[in-house]
Every structure is written in C-alpha cells, then in structure tokens.
C-alpha cells in the first residue's frame, strides 16, 4: 500500500500508475476506463458526480492537471499486488542481493581491462559513488591497491595458462606488431583444440611494448622469449604473421627446419642466396629457434585487393588513364566492385571469429579464384583485371603444406 500527498511529484506518479491500469482494462478503486475512439475516458469517483474526462492514449497532461487542480492536497491509495502495480513501479527492476567483496573487485577489474580505462578510474569521485551503491562494497581500492590486485590476478591467470599448456600436445601462435601515439607493441596470441571437448580455443599471450627498430632479430627474440615464458617452444607446431619483410626474415634466420618457404614480400624475382652454416651459427649462439611460419591468408588477400590491383591498373595502358579518374568514370568503378565483390566474400569467410579452420582455406581460395572469372564477360572496362588477380593469386605463397 503507498500513499501519495499533493505535491506535484507524488500527482504525477499517481498518473503513471493509473495509465498502465487503465490501458489493461482494470479497475483501482478510483478509476474506470472507457474506449472512445483514440482517447481514453476516465471516470472520476472521487468528484461528486463521477465526472468523466478525456485524454489522449500517449498522454497524461489533462489527468495531471485535473488532480493538480481539484486534488492537490487528497491522499490517492495504491492497493493490490497486481503486474504493473504503483509498489511495482517504483521498487528496483531487479534483485539487489548481497554481493560478495570480491567479486565486486573482480567486475571492477574486468571492467578496467576490457574497456582499456586508466588505473585512477577507481579513485573518481563519480565511480566510487556508483560502486557504493553495490550491496556487499563495503571498501574501496585506491589506484595503488587496485594496480597490486591486476599483479595479482595476472599473475593467477597466468599461472592456470601454463598449466593448461602442459596439458597439450600442439599449439598455434600469431604474432603481429603495430603502432599508436609514436609507440610499438608486440601482441602474440595462442590457439589450440581442447582434448576433452575437442572445442577451438584462445588465449592472449602477450601484448608488449616494442622499443627502437622492428628488426628481424628483435622480432625473433621477442616471439622465442614468450614461447619460452609459457612453456610452448617445442608444441608450436606454426605461427602465423603478416607478410612483412621483417617477420619474414626473422623465420627464414631462426628456423632450423626450413630456408627457403619465404621470400621477400615483394615477390620479385630476385635470387636471394642465404648462408646455411651463418644461420645456423646465429640460432645456435643467441639459443633463438622459430616453430615453422605460415603467411596470414587473410592479408595476402587484403594485398592483392589494393596494392597488385593499383599495379595492374597503373601499368597497363589501356587502364592506366580511367584508374587515374576513376572517381569520375561510372562504369571503371563498376567494374572494380564487380570484380572485388567475390574476394570480400572470401575474406569475410577467412576472417571468421569462430567458424574457420584450416580445411576451409583451399575451398575458399578455389571458389574465388572461380568466382572471379566467371565476372569476367559482364566486365566493360576492365576486362583483363580477374585474370590479373588469378594470376597474381597463383604467384603468391599461402604457405599451403
């Protein structure tokens, strides 16, 4: 049971709660509810006559002003226990149970983490009065304890990822580095089949920074420590990185197994001659061994979609011109979608977060190669360009074994 005195917030309140039981067809006591055509009768039997007023389905203005008016200093009672009830609207939405400390810390963590927030986030005023009204926070982190707590949690994680590695035969690595704010970071990922539930899974290995050059021997020693750091060195049965030259190199120096599966990412066709007896004398002084290397499908493709595509435009004379304004030739830009059309299909396949394995990578790359051709006759301007990306595509190393 609640009761509402005159004030104009409680009037208002008690019109929010009178709607949704007008709309249901109900009666609270004091009101009924009629249809007429698209308002809304409502029958007042707290003034003498019951006197009846309109009002729009979608609005209350006139029952606001009414009671405002003629009721401002009457008590209005709420009774029932009905859906929709006025103790319904105005308790939480949810079940505000007691939550235990450290799970709070854990959410605020996690929240830290994920959303990539400063570790001073906990120290604002505004955040500290939001978790305040969390029933089981009795205490708060500073900056200082809350940077302690990620140690540790790490450290925790960290611990039950090795384990977890020790468990396993294979494992697959990728190892990628970029840039942001004049600053280099390396991040190494980790992907392999759980035995039991013979399910695909994954875990971050490292995301470090990278100071000076991208070298391909930073890069190798980089990728060989935090093999080494987990435990994985000898499980990793590949791991796959952009076509950069730098990485390239990094495999083709430190991998005992194999010298000559890479080349340089221009593709030319320069011999490039490597010293086997230097290469093995590097690895085996500075300890550095790399598993084998695969080339990211993906990127291969995302290569030749811009960059062998550009060449071909811009070397052959009859395209050389339309590529140059093409943003004002209809039909040039036409035919590049149409051509492009199947290799974005292909990456969106290659590219897929939970449904692309190994086995999919041929049927994917013979379909496009497939697909591309067949556009071919519906071309105006650019006929030569599917053959150009076939055969570019037939040029390029997808490091299929």
């Not at 007008?22 to 039997?45: F, M, P, S, W």
């Not at 003034?47 to 002003?65: E, V």
């Not at 190669?369 to 037939?394: F, H, Y």
Request: one cysteine or more; glycine letters at 6%.
């Amino acid at each position: 049971m609640r009761y509402f005195s005159g004030s104009a917030r409680d009037l208002k309140a008690a019109v929010k709660y009178c709607l949704p039981v007008l709309e249901r067809g109900r009666q609270d006591g004091n009101l009924l509810r009629a249809k007429k055509e698209r308002n809304i009768l409502v029958k007042y039997n707290l003034c003498l006559g019951s006197k009846i007023l309109s009002t729009a389905q979608n609005s209350n203005s006139n029952l606001l002003k009414h009671l405002q008016k003629q009721h401002a200093a009457m008590k209005l009672e709420a009774t029932g226990t009905q859906t929709g009830s006025l103790s319904d609207a105005t308790s939480p939405p949810f079940n505000r149970g007691t939550v235990s400390q450290d799970k709070v810390d854990k959410a605020i963590a996690r929240y830290d983490v994920e959303d990539m927030q400063a570790i001073s986030t906990v120290e604002s005023p505004a955040f500290r009065r939001l978790v305040s009204m969390i029933t089981g926070a009795t205490q708060q982190m500073g900056w200082k304890t809350f940077s302690k707590f990620l140690e540790r949690e790490y450290t925790k994680m960290e611990s039950e990822l090795k384990k977890t590695f020790e468990g396993l035969k294979y494992i697959s690595t990728t190892a990628d580095i970029w840039s942001a704010h004049n600053r280099s970071f390396m991040g190494i990922t980790s992907h392999w089949i759980n035995p039991t539930t013979l399910q695909r899974q994954k875990a971050a290995l490292a995301c470090k920074r990278i100071k000076g050059r991208h070298t391909y021997d930073l890069i190798a020693g980089e990728i060989d420590h935090i093999h080494s750091l987990f435990g994985v060195s000898t499980k990793v049965t590949s791991t796959v990185t952009d076509n950069g030259s730098n990485f390239v190199k990094a495999f083709a120096m430190y991998q005992l197994e194999s010298f000559s599966d890479d080349d340089d990412e221009d593709h030319d066709d320069d011999v490039t001659f490597t010293d086997v007896a230097e290469v093995l004398n590097t690895a085996a002084e500075e300890g550095i061994v790399l598993p084998p290397h695969q080339r990211c499908a993906s990127h291969t493709l995302n290569l030749i979609s811009y960059s062998d595509v550009e060449k071909w435009f811009v070397s052959n004379p009859g395209t050389k011109a339309l590529y140059k304004s093409s943003v004002t030739v209809e039909q040039g830009k036409q035919d590049y979608c149409v051509t492009m059309k199947p290799l974005t299909v292909a990456l969106d396949i290659l590219q897929g977060e939970e449904n692309c394995y190994f086995g999919i990578l041929l049927p994917t790359l013979e379909t496009l190669m497939s697909n591309i051709l067949e556009v071919k006759d519906s071309l105006t301007v650019a006929t030569g360009l599917p053959e150009a990306i076939v055969q570019v595509r037939n040029n390029q190393h997808f490091c299929i074994n």
